[in-house]
């Protein structure tokens, strides 16, 4: 075995375990057109995503590419999208939903086949009122963050919402150090090794998610149009999300009964407690049917949207002080020259270096030479790099 090849089974044979492979193999699978389309009253460049159903088996969803595109205002008035990178289709000019008016998508494949949706209209333009955190322990006994939204419409029209959330955190590595160990030369016996500065650009970074689950509501049954304390988001107490300062912009979609029924059983569908359920789900019906074809399946729903957003910040200390928080295991990795040559113990280092699983760390004040025993640390207890990106977002505030 290579020195290299030893190096990274040193370093991750702790971390993997015995699991045998388990083959899913898809039957009877249908390559069905996915049409992610949603168009709002915001004034910007609207966005359609085209994909295909996929195999169990399969990597990922494949994108539909090299299709026409194109939104029709009232039957007169056309909006074209063009490919901004494979299956996400742009507007080529800015423009927002109106209320009042009738929308349309029209689709057409590279393969010739043509998809329109029903012709929709923009629901009541509601904004929400309030966005705030609490602590709380939720259904499993976990104690952290939740996240709640308050919204209110006097007309009494809304009645259907959904919601969407994009957070980003703060990290800060537990063991961030100002210099890397590099390799300055390489000699036929040892090597020479030196320290140089380490980027600061590693010691604070911002981390981004995007929700992925599907959260509605509805007011019907209500006296008023109102909600009050919907939970929209939960940290754990231990998450890294909140070991820092936290941030979280909750979209509001106020959507027409008919698009609530479409994500209320999109929504039923994902929540299955496991993909190997005896109910085997049919097909979700929209409101895109095949222009070329009756019997041609489409999955998706053209949602013409009014949106409102609010962003907020959170640090830690505010409301999870006392509790346990997000801790990582950061121990020192320190190579032993063992009963090798001193090359063969430069050449580990060396890989050590180069495998970017590990950053240079010493908790001893001493600069090292060639046969003083180098220390280091896991990347991600190091550099934030692994986690986020350095550039402090536009938004942020301190």
Not at 85 to 101: D, H, L, M, P, W
Not at 309 to 332: G, M, N
Request: proline share 5%.
């Amino acid at each position: 075995m290579s020195v290299r090849r030893l190096l990274l089974v040193l370093i991750f044979s702790t971390m993997s375990g015995c699991i045998d492979p388990f083959e899913i193999e898809t039957e009877n699978f249908e390559n069905i057109l996915v049409i992610n389309a949603i168009i709002t009253n915001e004034v910007k460049n609207q966005e359609i995503l085209l994909s295909r159903t996929f195999r169990f088996e399969d990597d990922g969803p494949l994108s539909e590419e090299g299709a026409t595109v194109k939104v029709i205002e009232d039957s007169s008035v056309e909006y074209l999208f063009e490919e901004s990178s494979a299956g996400t289709y742009r507007s080529i000019q800015e423009f927002a939903v109106n209320s009042g008016r009738e929308y349309q998508l029209s689709i057409r494949t590279s393969d010739g086949k043509s998809y329109v949706s029903d012709k929709v209209t923009l629901p009541q333009e509601t904004s929400i009122e309030r966005v705030y955190p609490q602590r709380i322990t939720n259904d499993d006994g976990v104690e952290g963050l939740g996240i709640f939204v308050d919204t209110f419409d006097p007309t009494g029209n809304s009645q259907y919402y959904r919601y969407e959330f994009e957070e980003t955190y703060r990290v800060i590595p537990p063991k961030w150090y100002p210099f890397d160990l590099v390799v300055t030369r390489e000699r036929p016996l040892f090597f020479e090794f030196d320290l140089v500065e380490r980027s600061e650009s590693q010691r604070i970074c911002y981390a981004n998610n995007v929700s992925n689950n599907i959260k509605i509501t509805n007011t019907i049954n209500f006296e008023e149009d109102r909600i009050t304390g919907l939970e929209v988001s939960f940290i754990p107490a231990e998450d890294i999300r909140i070991e820092n300062r936290y941030s979280i912009l909750v979209r509001q979609y106020v959507q027409s009964r008919e698009a609530n029924g479409f994500y209320e059983i999109l929504s039923s569908f994902s929540e299955s407690e496991s993909l190997f359920s005896q109910i085997q789900p049919g097909f979700i019906t929209g409101n895109i049917t095949s222009e070329s074809n009756q019997d041609d399946k489409v999955l998706g729903y053209f949602d013409v949207s009014s949106v409102s957003e609010q962003r907020i910040f959170v640090d830690r200390d505010d409301f999870l002080a006392d509790l346990p928080s997000y801790e990582l295991k950061c121990e020192i990795f320190r190579p032993e020259p063992g009963f090798g040559t001193l090359l063969e113990y430069h050449m580990l280092i060396r890989d050590f270096i180069e495998s970017n699983t590990v950053r240079y760390y010493t908790d001893v004040p001493l600069p090292p030479d060639g046969s003083f025993p180098f220390t280091f640390m896991r990347t991600e207890c190091a550099d934030c790099t692994t986690a986020g990106v350095s550039e402090v977002p536009d938004f942020w505030i301190d």
